[in-house]
């Protein structure tokens, strides 16, 4: 029997009464007992592990109510290079991932997203700067345009571009060291990249190298105090469902994964079980469908009801952004879902969007007469307005809020998006709270890397990178931003039975941060840091 007791801390429950114990009896894998020191150190026998806290913090394992783990996994294949500032850093960011994932067999190692103009000297890296990184290795870093990539001297001999006859695809450019030279500097433009041929030397990552990627995210997730997290893109063209399965099968999964089958497949991956509530097989479940409705504020293709603050160059002075389907195609979908029983999350950033969604749904419901309990869940929801909370409601719906929105792209949308009055309500996670909606958030992996404490931050602060409030009127209450993240994710999945909280006899998912989100000044909370994470009584991550 597996038995371990932590104790002296304090351990949010997120249970009904928002209680606070001081110890929690873990007993092979479930939640056994809570309360006092006294009362759960007195069920301490010889076969019982005792950790004392010293005054830390145990919350429910964080549960992640959008995102795409794979995509995110995929990146990780990869050098993120969007941050650099000079090139010394980016050959040193190379070193690093040289040194401690080296590509296997003839892959290359891989790097995207440099921006030469935030270098002093606005100079792109050459192969002479990639050669001090390696010369056995092909390296390739494109630029965050992705119409141009510096490549290291084993990558030029790859494309042929070694010698003095070589040949440059048309429209294509190899920079040399000098105008009189035909050595070329490793910098090569357009076509000479991009052209179809010229794009198969470049050896992607295979099935094996994904697999190992997906391990590796997830140590990421834990180390992040995330226990379960979602893939919103399965589909079959993509491989993903493939993945998934045999990450599952091999045992490859340390959190639990819920997929969403994309609108084209979603009927043919899923079938009727009688209830949306599916389970898990090795940590994974294909537990619901997935569509689109518009795109995204920031990139101005969030489709609104009223034009944006300032309208994209090129379009007209009404431009308001645009639907991606049709009301029948959309009310269509809802009802194969219903009829199956399958719980649909939609994406929906703009109010337009949002009020499809909700004319859809609400047809579908006519249409098919269900009474079920599907909890439909609309993803996003920026300008989601205050007088369709009352639909949302109806419904049954549970908005996932990319609240995060206030912080990254704030400024943003206070100046050019929305406007300085409708910015004020993006995410409006104060109105749903009043109007008692059950909601969460989340931060779309890998648009942003999942991060829930920043989430619950963000969801109580509200400020931008600026530092300016957006919307002081939906600031919520510490314990509410738990929530979003723990029990309300768990309700969203159909799991609040399960896990979502600390109380007996559900799953001991854990994490254990070094303060108390309860207790430390709200500006300080994004300083939280996870110390270890347990899931089903295993710790998956300890710093």
């Known amino acids: 029997m597996d038995r371990k007791i932590y104790f002296n801390g304090n351990i949010i429950t997120v249970d009904k009464e928002e209680s606070v114990k001081e110890a929690i009896l873990i007993e092979n894998g479930l939640i056994k007992a809570l309360g006092t020191n006294e009362e759960i150190l007195s069920k301490c026998d010889e076969s019982t592990e005792k950790v004392d806290l010293c005054g830390k913090t145990i919350l429910p394992g964080f549960i992640d109510p959008h995102g ?37 067999g003839d892959k290359w190692l891989i790097g995207f ?3 030469n103009t935030k270098f002093e000297d606005g100079q792109h890296p050459t192969k002479f700067d990639l050669d001090s990184v390696s010369k056995e290795v092909p390296i390739t870093v494109s630029h965050a345009s992705g119409h141009l990539a510096c490549v290291n001297s084993k990558a030029l001999e790859l494309y042929g571009y070694v010698g003095d006859d070589y040949v440059v695809p048309e429209g294509g450019v190899v920079r040399t060291v000098s105008p009189d030279s035909k050595e070329p ?5 357009e076509n000479a990249i991009l052209d179809s041929e010229k794009k198969k030397v470049v050896i992607s990552p295979g099935f094996e190298d994904v697999l190992r990627a997906v391990e590796r995210v997830q140590k990421v997730y834990a180390s992040l105090g995330i226990t379960t997290t979602q893939d919103a893109s399965v589909e079959l063209s993509n491989g993903y469902t493939h993945i998934l399965d045999t990450c599952a099968n091999t045992g490859k999964l340390i959190i639990d994964i819920v997929g969403l089958a994309t609108q084209p497949v979603t009927t043919q991956l899923m079938t009727n079980e009688g209830t949306p509530k599916r389970e898990y097989k090795n940590h994974y479940k294909l537990a619901g469908g997935k569509t689109w409705l518009d795109g995204s504020p920031q990139g101005f293709t969030a489709w609104l009801s009223k034009p944006y603050h300032v309208v994209p160059e090129g379009f007209d002075s009404d431009y308001c952004g645009y639907g991606t389907q049709s009301d029948e195609v959309v009310t269509q979908y809802f009802v194969d879902c219903i009829n199956l029983n399958i719980q ?19 047809k579908a419901l006519e249409i098919t007469g269900s009474k079920a309990d599907l909890r439909p869940v609309m993803v996003h929801c920026q300008a989601l307005r205050k007088d369709q909370l009352k639909d949302v409601k109806e419904i049954g719906a549970i908005p996932t809020f990319f609240n995060d929105h206030v912080r990254f792209w704030g400024d943003l949308h206070h100046d050019e998006v929305f406007g300085p009055e409708r910015a004020q309500n993006i995410s409006p996670i104060g109105w749903a709270l009043e109007e008692g909606i059950k909601f969460t958030l989340h931060q779309d992996p890998p648009v942003k890397f999942p991060n829930q404490i920043l989430g619950i931050h963000n969801a109580v602060n509200r400020k931008t990178e600026s530092g300016r409030v957006l919307g002081e009127h939906q600031r919520i209450p510490v314990i509410e931003a738990i929530k979003a993240v723990t029990i309300n994710g768990a309700y969203q999945y159909f799991e609040e039975d399960i896990k979502g909280s600390l109380e007996v006899g559900k799953l001991a998912d854990l994490v254990i941060v070094d303060k108390n989100p309860l207790t430390i000044p709200v500006e300080e909370l994004e300083t939280i840091q996870v110390l270890e994470t347990i899931k089903e009584g295993k710790t998956i991550f300890k710093k």
């Open 344 to 362: 649909v999350h939609t994406h929906v950033n703009g109010d337009e969007a949002c009020a499809q969604f909700l004319r859809c749904y609400k």
């Open 113 to 115: 997203g440099y921006d």
């Open 68 to 104: 795409h783990v794979v995509a995110t996994a995929q990146t990780l294949m990869i050098v993120t290079l969007s941050d650099v500032t000079s090139r010394e850093e980016l050959v040193e960011r190379l070193k690093k991932e040289l040194n401690e994932n080296p590509p296997q």
């Open 185 to 189: 500097n490793g910098v090569l433009e």
